[in-house]
Protein backbone atom coordinates (compact mmCIF):
# COMPACT_ATOMS: atom_id res chain seq x y z
CA UNK A 1 0.00 0.00 0.00
CA UNK A 2 2.78 2.33 0.77
CA UNK A 3 4.67 1.27 -2.48
CA UNK A 4 1.33 2.39 -4.02
CA UNK A 5 0.87 6.35 -2.86
CA UNK A 6 4.79 6.58 -3.26
CA UNK A 7 3.79 5.83 -6.86
CA UNK A 8 0.81 8.07 -6.91
CA UNK A 9 2.61 11.00 -5.61
CA UNK A 10 5.56 10.51 -7.85
CA UNK A 11 2.70 10.73 -10.79
CA UNK A 12 1.16 13.54 -9.20
CA UNK A 13 4.15 15.34 -8.89
CA UNK A 14 5.11 14.32 -12.36
CA UNK A 15 1.91 16.16 -13.78
CA UNK A 16 2.12 19.19 -11.86
CA UNK A 17 5.82 19.51 -13.77
CA UNK A 18 4.45 18.18 -17.12
CA UNK A 19 2.23 20.97 -16.77
CA UNK A 20 4.52 23.43 -15.96
CA UNK A 21 6.97 22.50 -18.44
CA UNK A 22 3.98 23.05 -21.09
CA UNK A 23 3.27 26.51 -20.43
CA UNK A 24 5.24 28.56 -22.98
CA UNK A 25 6.39 31.64 -21.59
CA UNK A 26 7.53 35.17 -22.76
CA UNK A 27 5.49 37.37 -24.97
CA UNK A 28 3.78 40.32 -24.86
CA UNK A 29 0.13 40.73 -24.56
CA UNK A 30 -1.87 43.87 -26.41
CA UNK A 31 -5.23 45.09 -24.59
CA UNK A 32 -7.46 47.12 -26.13
CA UNK A 33 -9.77 49.96 -24.93
CA UNK A 34 -12.50 51.86 -26.75
CA UNK A 35 -13.24 54.99 -24.76
CA UNK A 36 -11.72 58.01 -25.58
CA UNK A 37 -8.52 59.14 -23.56
CA UNK A 38 -8.63 55.09 -22.05
CA UNK A 39 -5.39 55.75 -20.71
CA UNK A 40 -4.90 58.34 -18.30
CA UNK A 41 -2.52 60.66 -15.96
CA UNK A 42 -4.38 58.81 -12.96
CA UNK A 43 -2.58 55.91 -11.42
CA UNK A 44 -4.37 56.38 -8.04
CA UNK A 45 -5.96 53.20 -7.16
CA UNK A 46 -8.55 55.14 -5.42
CA UNK A 47 -9.77 57.36 -8.13
CA UNK A 48 -13.12 56.93 -9.10
CA UNK A 49 -11.66 56.43 -12.18
CA UNK A 50 -8.13 55.09 -12.30
CA UNK A 51 -6.08 54.51 -15.16
CA UNK A 52 -7.52 50.87 -16.86
CA UNK A 53 -4.23 49.05 -15.30
CA UNK A 54 -4.13 50.37 -11.62
CA UNK A 55 -4.79 45.75 -11.27
CA UNK A 56 -1.72 44.97 -12.82
CA UNK A 57 0.69 46.94 -10.41
CA UNK A 58 -1.68 47.37 -7.26
CA UNK A 59 -3.27 44.01 -5.75
CA UNK A 60 -6.40 43.26 -3.09
CA UNK A 61 -6.13 40.98 -0.53
CA UNK A 62 -8.60 38.47 -2.24
CA UNK A 63 -10.35 38.58 -5.42
CA UNK A 64 -13.88 37.11 -4.83
CA UNK A 65 -15.59 36.61 -8.55
CA UNK A 66 -19.13 38.15 -8.69
CA UNK A 67 -19.89 35.53 -11.20
CA UNK A 68 -19.85 32.53 -8.19
CA UNK A 69 -18.74 33.90 -5.20
CA UNK A 70 -15.12 31.91 -5.81
CA UNK A 71 -12.31 33.22 -3.88
CA UNK A 72 -8.75 33.50 -5.00
CA UNK A 73 -5.90 34.24 -2.41
CA UNK A 74 -3.82 37.22 -3.13
CA UNK A 75 -2.06 39.48 -0.25
CA UNK A 76 -3.91 37.71 1.99
CA UNK A 77 -4.29 33.85 2.67
CA UNK A 78 -7.44 33.42 4.61
CA UNK A 79 -10.14 35.13 6.60
CA UNK A 80 -12.53 33.86 9.41
CA UNK A 81 -15.47 36.15 10.94
CA UNK A 82 -16.24 35.44 14.77
CA UNK A 83 -18.07 37.40 17.26
CA UNK A 84 -21.24 37.23 15.83
CA UNK A 85 -20.38 38.88 12.55
CA UNK A 86 -18.49 42.09 14.80
CA UNK A 87 -15.17 40.90 13.71
CA UNK A 88 -12.94 40.07 11.09
CA UNK A 89 -9.64 38.60 11.36
CA UNK A 90 -7.67 38.62 7.73
CA UNK A 91 -4.35 36.53 7.52
CA UNK A 92 -1.51 38.38 5.69
CA UNK A 93 0.44 36.58 3.05
CA UNK A 94 4.15 36.45 3.88
CA UNK A 95 7.33 36.97 2.00
CA UNK A 96 6.11 40.03 -0.58
CA UNK A 97 7.66 42.53 -1.34
CA UNK A 98 7.04 46.04 -2.45
CA UNK A 99 8.28 46.26 -6.44
CA UNK A 100 11.11 49.03 -4.89
CA UNK A 101 12.10 46.15 -2.11
CA UNK A 102 10.90 46.88 0.82
CA UNK A 103 9.36 44.21 2.41
CA UNK A 104 5.52 44.24 2.89
CA UNK A 105 3.70 43.28 6.39
CA UNK A 106 0.26 43.46 7.46
CA UNK A 107 1.12 47.39 8.58
CA UNK A 108 0.57 48.48 4.71
CA UNK A 109 -2.81 46.92 5.08
CA UNK A 110 -3.96 48.88 7.98
CA UNK A 111 -2.13 51.81 6.85
CA UNK A 112 -4.54 51.46 3.62
CA UNK A 113 -8.08 51.44 5.70
CA UNK A 114 -6.99 53.96 8.14
CA UNK A 115 -6.19 56.10 4.88
CA UNK A 116 -9.67 55.98 4.03
CA UNK A 117 -11.10 57.14 7.16
CA UNK A 118 -8.84 60.10 7.50
CA UNK A 119 -9.62 60.98 3.80
CA UNK A 120 -13.25 60.17 3.69
CA UNK A 121 -13.11 60.58 -0.40
CA UNK A 122 -10.86 57.50 -0.92
CA UNK A 123 -13.85 55.47 0.64
CA UNK A 124 -15.94 54.73 -2.18
CA UNK A 125 -17.13 51.37 -0.54
CA UNK A 126 -18.29 53.52 2.41
CA UNK A 127 -16.55 51.16 4.94
CA UNK A 128 -16.39 53.87 7.81
CA UNK A 129 -19.73 54.90 7.24
CA UNK A 130 -22.43 54.61 9.81
CA UNK A 131 -24.28 51.84 7.97
CA UNK A 132 -21.08 49.78 7.81
CA UNK A 133 -20.28 50.40 11.31
CA UNK A 134 -16.31 49.34 10.99
CA UNK A 135 -14.59 50.69 14.69
CA UNK A 136 -11.00 49.77 13.92
CA UNK A 137 -8.74 48.08 12.07
CA UNK A 138 -5.17 46.83 13.79
CA UNK A 139 -2.47 44.16 13.13
CA UNK A 140 -2.06 41.58 15.34
CA UNK A 141 1.45 39.74 13.85
CA UNK A 142 0.48 38.30 10.66
CA UNK A 143 -3.73 38.92 10.89
CA UNK A 144 -5.53 42.44 10.50
CA UNK A 145 -8.15 42.37 13.02
CA UNK A 146 -11.23 44.60 11.68
CA UNK A 147 -13.85 45.19 14.40
CA UNK A 148 -17.34 45.97 13.52
CA UNK A 149 -19.56 48.18 15.78
CA UNK A 150 -22.84 45.32 14.74
CA UNK A 151 -22.25 42.42 12.27
CA UNK A 152 -21.40 42.97 8.72
CA UNK A 153 -21.53 40.23 6.81
CA UNK A 154 -21.11 41.47 3.35
CA UNK A 155 -18.78 44.05 3.96
CA UNK A 156 -16.06 40.93 3.66
CA UNK A 157 -16.58 41.43 0.04
CA UNK A 158 -15.58 45.45 0.15
CA UNK A 159 -12.56 44.47 2.46
CA UNK A 160 -11.11 41.68 0.60
CA UNK A 161 -11.06 43.57 -2.80
CA UNK A 162 -9.62 46.08 -1.25
CA UNK A 163 -6.42 47.51 -3.25
CA UNK A 164 -3.46 47.98 -0.88
CA UNK A 165 -0.78 50.60 -1.20
CA UNK A 166 2.55 50.93 1.01
CA UNK A 167 2.32 53.41 4.12
CA UNK A 168 6.47 54.57 3.55
CA UNK A 169 5.57 55.94 0.46
CA UNK A 170 1.46 57.13 0.74
CA UNK A 171 2.22 57.82 4.40
CA UNK A 172 4.54 60.89 2.70
CA UNK A 173 1.99 62.21 0.40
CA UNK A 174 -0.12 65.42 1.55
CA UNK A 175 -3.17 64.54 -0.39
CA UNK A 176 -3.98 61.23 -1.66
CA UNK A 177 -7.33 62.27 -2.87
CA UNK A 178 -5.37 64.59 -5.84
CA UNK A 179 -2.38 62.44 -5.96
CA UNK A 180 -1.80 61.07 -9.27
CA UNK A 181 0.93 58.35 -8.49
CA UNK A 182 1.93 58.59 -12.56
CA UNK A 183 5.49 58.59 -11.54
CA UNK A 184 6.87 54.64 -11.07
CA UNK A 185 4.50 53.86 -8.78
CA UNK A 186 5.27 51.33 -6.28
CA UNK A 187 2.88 48.03 -5.55
CA UNK A 188 3.23 44.25 -5.11
CA UNK A 189 1.30 43.16 -8.29
CA UNK A 190 3.23 41.16 -11.41
CA UNK A 191 3.64 44.41 -13.58
CA UNK A 192 5.93 47.35 -13.69
CA UNK A 193 4.17 50.74 -14.97
CA UNK A 194 7.27 51.37 -17.16
CA UNK A 195 5.73 53.75 -19.51
CA UNK A 196 2.46 55.31 -20.97
CA UNK A 197 1.11 58.14 -23.46
CA UNK A 198 -2.54 59.73 -22.81
CA UNK A 199 -1.48 61.46 -26.47
CA UNK A 200 -1.31 57.85 -28.00
CA UNK A 201 -3.48 56.31 -25.98
CA UNK A 202 -0.87 53.65 -25.07
CA UNK A 203 0.59 52.13 -21.78
CA UNK A 204 3.32 49.55 -21.43
CA UNK A 205 3.77 47.30 -18.29
CA UNK A 206 6.81 45.05 -17.54
CA UNK A 207 6.44 41.91 -15.76
CA UNK A 208 7.82 42.30 -12.27
CA UNK A 209 11.34 39.98 -12.10
CA UNK A 210 10.43 39.90 -7.83
CA UNK A 211 6.88 38.93 -7.66
CA UNK A 212 5.68 36.47 -4.64
CA UNK A 213 3.84 33.82 -6.80
CA UNK A 214 6.36 32.43 -8.21
CA UNK A 215 6.25 30.93 -11.92
CA UNK A 216 4.07 34.03 -12.90
CA UNK A 217 3.43 36.00 -15.02
CA UNK A 218 3.84 33.87 -17.94
CA UNK A 219 3.65 36.47 -20.17
CA UNK A 220 6.83 38.89 -20.46
CA UNK A 221 4.40 42.56 -20.45
CA UNK A 222 1.28 44.07 -21.11
CA UNK A 223 0.52 46.84 -23.51
CA UNK A 224 -2.71 48.56 -23.08
CA UNK A 225 -3.54 49.97 -26.62
CA UNK A 226 -6.91 52.61 -26.27
CA UNK A 227 -9.04 54.07 -29.33
CA UNK A 228 -12.23 56.90 -29.74
CA UNK A 229 -14.81 54.04 -30.97
CA UNK A 230 -15.83 50.92 -30.62
CA UNK A 231 -15.46 50.61 -34.64
CA UNK A 232 -12.24 51.68 -34.50
CA UNK A 233 -11.13 49.05 -31.69
CA UNK A 234 -12.56 46.30 -33.09
CA UNK A 235 -10.72 46.81 -36.40
CA UNK A 236 -7.61 46.42 -34.22
CA UNK A 237 -8.88 43.10 -32.93
CA UNK A 238 -9.72 41.80 -36.52
CA UNK A 239 -6.38 42.77 -37.67
CA UNK A 240 -5.07 41.46 -34.76
CA UNK A 241 -3.07 44.42 -33.35
CA UNK A 242 -4.71 43.29 -30.15
CA UNK A 243 -5.43 40.13 -27.81
CA UNK A 244 -8.30 41.31 -26.28
CA UNK A 245 -10.90 44.07 -25.80
CA UNK A 246 -13.86 44.68 -23.81
CA UNK A 247 -16.28 46.03 -26.77
CA UNK A 248 -19.77 45.37 -27.27
CA UNK A 249 -20.34 44.95 -31.14
CA UNK A 250 -23.09 44.10 -33.73
CA UNK A 251 -23.71 40.03 -34.21
CA UNK A 252 -20.44 38.77 -32.58
CA UNK A 253 -21.40 35.33 -33.57
CA UNK A 254 -21.02 36.13 -36.95
CA UNK A 255 -18.75 39.21 -37.07
CA UNK A 256 -16.48 37.75 -34.49
CA UNK A 257 -16.67 33.81 -33.68
CA UNK A 258 -17.96 33.63 -37.72
CA UNK A 259 -14.27 34.96 -38.81
CA UNK A 260 -11.68 32.53 -36.86
CA UNK A 261 -14.18 29.49 -34.89
CA UNK A 262 -11.07 28.02 -33.12
CA UNK A 263 -9.29 31.38 -31.87
CA UNK A 264 -12.00 34.00 -31.97
CA UNK A 265 -13.03 34.08 -28.45
CA UNK A 266 -16.24 35.82 -26.76
CA UNK A 267 -16.99 36.00 -22.85
CA UNK A 268 -20.02 37.81 -22.09
CA UNK A 269 -21.58 36.21 -19.11
CA UNK A 270 -24.58 38.31 -18.12
CA UNK A 271 -23.30 39.84 -14.72
CA UNK A 272 -25.32 43.28 -13.63
CA UNK A 273 -27.94 45.19 -15.78
CA UNK A 274 -28.07 48.47 -17.58
CA UNK A 275 -29.71 51.43 -16.33
CA UNK A 276 -31.55 54.52 -17.21
CA UNK A 277 -30.95 57.08 -14.52
CA UNK A 278 -33.24 59.12 -13.43
CA UNK A 279 -32.21 62.62 -11.56
CA UNK A 280 -34.09 62.48 -8.65
CA UNK A 281 -32.91 65.82 -7.53
CA UNK A 282 -34.71 67.49 -9.98
CA UNK A 283 -38.06 68.11 -11.78
CA UNK A 284 -39.91 66.17 -12.81
CA UNK A 285 -37.54 62.97 -12.42
CA UNK A 286 -38.48 63.24 -8.65
CA UNK A 287 -42.21 61.88 -9.89
CA UNK A 288 -42.59 58.71 -9.29
CA UNK A 289 -45.78 58.65 -11.34
CA UNK A 290 -43.39 60.16 -14.44
CA UNK A 291 -40.56 57.73 -13.98
CA UNK A 292 -43.06 55.01 -14.26
CA UNK A 293 -44.34 56.91 -17.45
CA UNK A 294 -41.02 56.62 -18.90
CA UNK A 295 -40.50 53.10 -18.20
CA UNK A 296 -43.95 52.23 -19.68
CA UNK A 297 -42.90 53.99 -22.86
CA UNK A 298 -39.30 52.08 -23.36
CA UNK A 299 -39.32 49.23 -26.07
CA UNK A 300 -36.54 46.88 -23.73
CA UNK A 301 -36.96 44.40 -25.80
CA UNK A 302 -36.47 46.51 -29.24
CA UNK A 303 -33.19 47.65 -26.78
CA UNK A 304 -31.73 44.41 -26.75
CA UNK A 305 -32.29 43.65 -30.41
CA UNK A 306 -30.63 46.56 -31.41
CA UNK A 307 -27.79 47.50 -28.98
CA UNK A 308 -27.04 43.32 -28.40
CA UNK A 309 -28.19 41.53 -31.43
CA UNK A 310 -30.04 39.16 -29.19
CA UNK A 311 -26.33 38.26 -27.15
CA UNK A 312 -27.58 38.93 -23.41
CA UNK A 313 -30.65 37.28 -23.85
CA UNK A 314 -34.20 38.76 -22.59
CA UNK A 315 -34.46 38.40 -18.83
CA UNK A 316 -34.74 41.56 -17.50
CA UNK A 317 -36.23 42.25 -13.57
CA UNK A 318 -36.93 46.24 -12.54
CA UNK A 319 -35.69 44.99 -8.95
CA UNK A 320 -32.14 44.45 -11.17
CA UNK A 321 -31.63 41.26 -9.85
CA UNK A 322 -29.67 39.16 -12.62
CA UNK A 323 -31.19 35.73 -13.56
CA UNK A 324 -28.17 33.85 -11.77
CA UNK A 325 -29.17 35.36 -8.23
CA UNK A 326 -33.19 35.03 -9.17
CA UNK A 327 -33.63 31.47 -7.67
CA UNK A 328 -32.13 32.34 -4.36
CA UNK A 329 -32.95 36.27 -3.58
CA UNK A 330 -35.94 37.05 -5.84
CA UNK A 331 -39.56 37.87 -4.68
CA UNK A 332 -41.80 35.78 -6.93
CA UNK A 333 -44.86 37.55 -5.75
CA UNK A 334 -43.51 40.84 -7.87
CA UNK A 335 -43.28 38.91 -11.11
CA UNK A 336 -46.79 40.21 -12.62
CA UNK A 337 -46.01 44.03 -12.01
CA UNK A 338 -42.26 43.30 -12.58
CA UNK A 339 -43.62 41.83 -16.45
CA UNK A 340 -46.05 45.04 -16.22
CA UNK A 341 -42.83 47.90 -16.17
CA UNK A 342 -40.30 45.45 -18.13
CA UNK A 343 -43.16 45.16 -21.25
CA UNK A 344 -43.64 48.24 -23.80
CA UNK A 345 -46.82 50.23 -23.12
CA UNK A 346 -46.49 54.06 -24.36
CA UNK A 347 -50.49 54.11 -24.20
CA UNK A 348 -50.49 53.26 -20.41
CA UNK A 349 -47.53 55.76 -19.63
CA UNK A 350 -49.35 58.45 -22.13
CA UNK A 351 -52.39 58.17 -18.94
CA UNK A 352 -50.19 58.01 -16.42
CA UNK A 353 -48.90 61.77 -17.65
CA UNK A 354 -52.43 63.01 -18.09
CA UNK A 355 -53.17 61.76 -14.24
CA UNK A 356 -50.37 63.93 -12.55
CA UNK A 357 -51.26 66.94 -15.35
CA UNK A 358 -49.38 66.23 -18.48
CA UNK A 359 -51.19 66.68 -21.90
CA UNK A 360 -50.23 67.48 -25.72
CA UNK A 361 -50.81 70.59 -27.26
CA UNK A 362 -51.80 70.90 -30.26
CA UNK A 363 -48.51 70.32 -31.97
CA UNK A 364 -47.71 67.22 -29.99
CA UNK A 365 -45.78 68.69 -27.62
CA UNK A 366 -46.29 68.02 -23.40
CA UNK A 367 -46.98 70.69 -21.55
CA UNK A 368 -47.16 71.01 -17.93
CA UNK A 369 -50.00 72.23 -15.34
CA UNK A 370 -48.89 75.66 -16.31
CA UNK A 371 -49.32 74.96 -20.11
CA UNK A 372 -45.71 75.44 -20.66
CA UNK A 373 -43.85 73.18 -23.06
CA UNK A 374 -41.59 70.87 -21.03
CA UNK A 375 -37.55 72.15 -21.40
CA UNK A 376 -35.79 69.21 -23.76
CA UNK A 377 -33.90 66.39 -21.56
CA UNK A 378 -30.71 65.60 -21.67
CA UNK A 379 -29.91 62.04 -22.07
CA UNK A 380 -26.11 61.62 -20.79
CA UNK A 381 -23.87 58.83 -22.57
CA UNK A 382 -20.36 57.99 -23.36
CA UNK A 383 -18.77 59.22 -26.56
CA UNK A 384 -18.52 56.03 -28.99
CA UNK A 385 -20.54 53.53 -27.03
CA UNK A 386 -22.03 52.11 -29.92
CA UNK A 387 -24.33 49.75 -27.50
CA UNK A 388 -25.72 52.99 -25.14
CA UNK A 389 -25.54 55.60 -27.95
CA UNK A 390 -27.65 53.09 -29.79
CA UNK A 391 -30.54 53.12 -26.79
CA UNK A 392 -30.17 56.39 -26.11
CA UNK A 393 -31.48 56.80 -30.03
CA UNK A 394 -34.87 54.71 -29.48
CA UNK A 395 -35.35 56.00 -26.03
CA UNK A 396 -35.47 59.18 -27.54
CA UNK A 397 -37.84 58.30 -30.63
CA UNK A 398 -40.14 56.92 -27.84
CA UNK A 399 -40.22 60.06 -25.44
CA UNK A 400 -40.82 62.21 -28.50
CA UNK A 401 -43.98 59.98 -29.18
CA UNK A 402 -45.02 60.97 -26.13
CA UNK A 403 -44.61 65.04 -26.54
CA UNK A 404 -41.09 64.45 -24.79
CA UNK A 405 -37.97 66.45 -26.49
CA UNK A 406 -34.61 64.97 -25.73
CA UNK A 407 -30.81 65.57 -26.34
CA UNK A 408 -28.73 62.95 -26.55
CA UNK A 409 -25.00 64.02 -24.76
CA UNK A 410 -21.69 61.94 -25.70
CA UNK A 411 -19.13 62.36 -23.21
CA UNK A 412 -15.42 60.93 -22.59
CA UNK A 413 -15.53 58.50 -19.61
CA UNK A 414 -13.69 61.03 -17.57
CA UNK A 415 -16.57 63.74 -18.17
CA UNK A 416 -19.45 61.24 -18.43
CA UNK A 417 -18.16 60.06 -14.80
CA UNK A 418 -18.08 63.44 -13.69
CA UNK A 419 -21.25 64.46 -14.79
CA UNK A 420 -22.95 61.48 -13.50
CA UNK A 421 -20.94 62.02 -9.77
CA UNK A 422 -22.00 66.04 -9.93
CA UNK A 423 -25.78 65.33 -11.16
CA UNK A 424 -25.03 67.46 -14.07
CA UNK A 425 -27.90 65.18 -16.09
CA UNK A 426 -31.59 64.95 -16.70
CA UNK A 427 -31.07 60.79 -17.36
CA UNK A 428 -27.91 59.17 -18.16
CA UNK A 429 -27.80 55.60 -19.30
CA UNK A 430 -25.37 53.59 -17.10
CA UNK A 431 -24.94 50.95 -14.77
CA UNK A 432 -24.88 49.76 -10.97
CA UNK A 433 -21.52 51.17 -9.18
CA UNK A 434 -20.89 47.89 -7.90
CA UNK A 435 -22.36 44.61 -7.92
CA UNK A 436 -21.28 41.13 -6.05
CA UNK A 437 -22.52 37.59 -5.23
CA UNK A 438 -25.94 38.89 -4.30
CA UNK A 439 -28.00 41.88 -4.86
CA UNK A 440 -27.32 43.62 -1.92
CA UNK A 441 -23.87 45.22 -3.63
CA UNK A 442 -25.38 47.21 -6.48
CA UNK A 443 -28.52 48.35 -3.61
CA UNK A 444 -25.44 49.17 -1.08
CA UNK A 445 -23.71 51.08 -3.77
CA UNK A 446 -26.80 52.92 -5.57
CA UNK A 447 -28.95 53.99 -2.67
CA UNK A 448 -26.85 54.84 0.54
CA UNK A 449 -27.66 57.68 2.02
CA UNK A 450 -23.88 57.79 2.71
CA UNK A 451 -23.32 57.68 -1.18
CA UNK A 452 -25.19 60.45 -2.23
CA UNK A 453 -24.60 64.12 -1.71
CA UNK A 454 -26.28 67.46 -2.83
CA UNK A 455 -27.07 68.75 -6.74
CA UNK A 456 -23.79 69.82 -7.99
CA UNK A 457 -21.28 68.44 -5.37
CA UNK A 458 -19.97 65.03 -5.70
CA UNK A 459 -21.75 61.50 -4.77
CA UNK A 460 -19.46 58.60 -4.40
CA UNK A 461 -21.83 56.17 -6.21
CA UNK A 462 -25.76 57.36 -5.67
CA UNK A 463 -25.80 59.14 -9.01
CA UNK A 464 -29.99 59.31 -9.13
CA UNK A 465 -29.65 60.88 -5.81
CA UNK A 466 -32.81 58.65 -4.76
CA UNK A 467 -32.34 57.65 -0.82
CA UNK A 468 -35.21 55.97 0.35
CA UNK A 469 -35.32 55.38 4.22
CA UNK A 470 -37.21 51.66 4.01
CA UNK A 471 -34.28 50.60 1.86
CA UNK A 472 -31.94 51.81 3.95
CA UNK A 473 -33.05 50.03 7.20
CA UNK A 474 -33.29 47.03 4.48
CA UNK A 475 -29.44 47.12 3.73
CA UNK A 476 -28.99 47.36 7.47
CA UNK A 477 -30.84 44.38 8.38
CA UNK A 478 -29.42 42.06 5.64
CA UNK A 479 -25.69 43.52 6.49
CA UNK A 480 -26.05 42.44 10.33
CA UNK A 481 -27.51 38.83 10.23
CA UNK A 482 -25.57 35.65 8.59
CA UNK A 483 -29.57 34.01 8.04
CA UNK A 484 -30.50 33.76 4.79
CA UNK A 485 -34.44 33.72 5.66
CA UNK A 486 -33.67 37.41 7.46
CA UNK A 487 -31.17 38.59 4.37
CA UNK A 488 -33.98 37.26 2.35
CA UNK A 489 -36.84 38.66 3.61
CA UNK A 490 -34.35 42.53 3.44
CA UNK A 491 -33.89 41.70 0.18
CA UNK A 492 -37.60 41.86 -1.05
CA UNK A 493 -38.10 44.44 0.93
CA UNK A 494 -35.89 47.09 -1.49
CA UNK A 495 -37.15 44.64 -4.31
CA UNK A 496 -40.94 46.10 -3.60
CA UNK A 497 -39.79 49.74 -3.68
CA UNK A 498 -37.90 48.84 -6.91
CA UNK A 499 -41.78 48.61 -8.54
CA UNK A 500 -43.03 50.68 -6.34
CA UNK A 501 -40.86 53.84 -6.69
CA UNK A 502 -39.00 52.68 -10.06
CA UNK A 503 -35.72 54.73 -8.85
CA UNK A 504 -34.02 53.98 -12.17
CA UNK A 505 -35.29 51.98 -15.22
CA UNK A 506 -33.59 48.39 -16.04
CA UNK A 507 -32.68 48.59 -19.97
CA UNK A 508 -31.56 45.39 -20.16
CA UNK A 509 -28.75 42.72 -18.78
CA UNK A 510 -25.56 43.56 -18.76
CA UNK A 511 -23.65 41.10 -20.01
CA UNK A 512 -19.14 41.36 -19.92
CA UNK A 513 -18.15 42.34 -23.57
CA UNK A 514 -14.59 40.51 -23.21
CA UNK A 515 -12.92 39.28 -26.75
CA UNK A 516 -10.46 37.02 -27.25
CA UNK A 517 -8.06 35.86 -29.82
CA UNK A 518 -6.38 32.72 -28.84
CA UNK A 519 -3.97 32.72 -31.94
CA UNK A 520 -1.13 33.74 -29.69
CA UNK A 521 -2.31 33.81 -26.02
CA UNK A 522 -4.47 30.90 -24.56
CA UNK A 523 -5.87 30.47 -20.81
CA UNK A 524 -8.58 33.20 -21.63
CA UNK A 525 -11.53 32.83 -19.29
CA UNK A 526 -14.91 31.38 -21.13
CA UNK A 527 -18.80 30.22 -19.76
CA UNK A 528 -17.75 26.98 -19.28
CA UNK A 529 -14.47 28.26 -16.94
CA UNK A 530 -15.28 31.78 -15.37
CA UNK A 531 -12.41 32.13 -13.08
CA UNK A 532 -12.44 35.44 -13.74
CA UNK A 533 -14.90 37.93 -14.69
CA UNK A 534 -12.40 39.54 -17.14
CA UNK A 535 -12.78 43.52 -17.79
CA UNK A 536 -15.98 43.64 -16.36
CA UNK A 537 -17.06 45.90 -13.70
CA UNK A 538 -13.82 47.50 -11.89
CA UNK A 539 -11.57 45.58 -13.46
CA UNK A 540 -10.51 43.99 -10.80
CA UNK A 541 -10.62 40.15 -12.39
CA UNK A 542 -8.17 41.14 -15.07
CA UNK A 543 -4.82 40.64 -13.01
CA UNK A 544 -6.11 37.24 -12.91
CA UNK A 545 -6.20 36.56 -16.58
CA UNK A 546 -2.90 38.21 -17.53
CA UNK A 547 -1.30 35.65 -14.52
CA UNK A 548 -3.39 33.01 -16.46
CA UNK A 549 -2.76 33.20 -20.35
CA UNK A 550 0.35 32.32 -21.41
CA UNK A 551 1.66 31.51 -25.19
CA UNK A 552 0.04 29.01 -27.43
Do not use: C
Not at 43 to 55: M, R, T, W
Not at 411 to 433: C, E, H, K, R, V
Amino acid sequence: MRKFYVLLLILILGGLFAFGAAVKYGGIVNLGGSAPTYVVNNFNPFSPNPDPGVHFVYEPLMYVNPLNGNITPFLATAYKWSDNGRRLVVTIRKNVRWSDGVPFTPEDVVFTFKLFKKFPALDTNGLWSKLSGLQSVKANGWNVVFEFLHPNIPEYFYILRTLIVPEHIWSKIKNPVSFLNSSNPVGTGPFLRESYSVANNTEYFAKNPDYWWKGKPYIDAVRIVGNTSNQAAFLQMIKGETDQNDIAIEKPDKLWIGRGAKTHLMFWPVHSVNLLYMNDAKRPFNNVAFRKAIALSINKRLLEERAYFGAGGYDISQTQVIPAQKKEWYDPTLSSSDNFYNGYHPEEAMKLLNSIGYKKNSSGQLTGNDGKVLPTFSILVGAGWTDFITMAQIISQELKALGIQTSIVQQSYNTYLQQLMTGNFDMAIGWPPNTGPTPFYAYYSEFNPAFSAPLGKTAISDYSRYTNLIITKALDKFSTSSDKNVQREAMYTIEQIMLKELPAIVLTTRTGFDLYNASKFVGWPTLSDPYSNGWNGTGLGMELVVLNIHLR
